[in-house]
């Protein structure tokens, strides 16, 4: 409707006196400013987040300013939109993200479908993003991984997994060689190959312009010579918030029955 208004931003503010109007006013105020509202939802106890648009920054600016003489509400972020905001206004609260740790997102297997919607937002973001899934066997890794991708329009290879069979592929067609790709590794699988080609394969991709997903990162960090700094996202996939995730009978060698071969089960 208003093609102009090609800027987004993400706007969150804090419920002061939630009295009768209150969202009418705020609406009306930004459409007198020349700020669209695009999606609007409450996102936490007494706050609401907004994805908006307008033509002009300094609109947002001349929004904040006034704000301030309204005892209503308290502006708290004003920014471009990040993948955890859209997430937010989408379902209606925050991901756990960890405290010190920025790029460690946590989710439990009944959350599911906000995973595969974080991931499927980080897929459509341009360039390398390197992601890492810790969890146990049967938790729903892979089935997010590729819900995801399905969701973002992404082609997806495995190039090692235990879905079907141990798979360590050890070349790619000229086509599969697609920066729209997601590539999907096990590192538990590739961590423990002896097969030097696959390796050199998965050491090719690394540096490939292209989504990569990493399930059991720090196992794979252990044989091909990467740290967890160079992950871009971490995720932690549990049955429940308090499910401890351990690797004793992944580091076994050649212990994989099983992975995660309930592939749909729970979605």
């Not at 020349?34 to 106890?45: A, F, K, L, Q």
């Not at 995720?235 to 009978?249: A, F, G, P």
Request: charged letters at 30%; glycine letters at 6%.
């Amino acid at each position: 409707m208003y093609p102009e208004r090609n800027i987004e931003q993400y706007m969150e503010y804090e419920i002061l006196n939630n009295r009768p109007g209150l969202l009418g006013d705020i609406s009306s105020l930004l459409g007198n400013l020349g700020i669209s509202i695009d999606t609007i939802n409450g996102v936490e106890n007494r706050r609401r987040g907004l994805l908006l648009r307008t033509d002009e920054l300094n609109k947002l600016k001349r929004f904040e300013y006034m704000t301030k003489y309204i005892d209503d509400i308290n502006i708290l972020k004003i920014r471009k939109p990040q993948v955890r905001d859209r997430l937010a206004v989408r379902h209606g609260r925050f991901i756990k993200r960890d405290e010190e740790d920025k790029k460690l997102f946590r989710f439990t297997r009944q959350e599911i479908g906000i995973l595969v919607d974080f991931l499927a937002e980080v897929f459509q973001e341009k360039g390398h993003q390197l992601i890492g899934i810790r969890g146990m066997p049967r938790v729903g890794k892979t089935e997010s991984i590729v819900a995801a991708s399905v969701t973002a329009k992404k082609k997806w290879l495995f190039l090692s997994s235990t879905l079907i069979k141990q798979t360590e592929r050890t070349s790619l067609l000229k086509g599969e060689y697609d920066q729209n790709n997601v590539f999907i590794i096990d590192g538990a699988v590739t961590s423990n190959s002896t097969d030097e080609a696959h390796k050199q394969l998965i050491r090719e991709i690394m540096s490939f312009p292209a989504i990569k997903v990493i399930e059991h990162p720090d196992l794979f960090i252990e044989g091909m010579q990467y740290k967890l700094e160079d992950f871009d996202y971490i995720i932690e996939l549990r049955e429940d918030e308090n499910q401890e995730i351990t690797y004793e009978k992944h580091r076994k060698q050649h212990w994989f029955e099983d992975e995660d071969m309930n592939f749909f089960g729970g979605m």
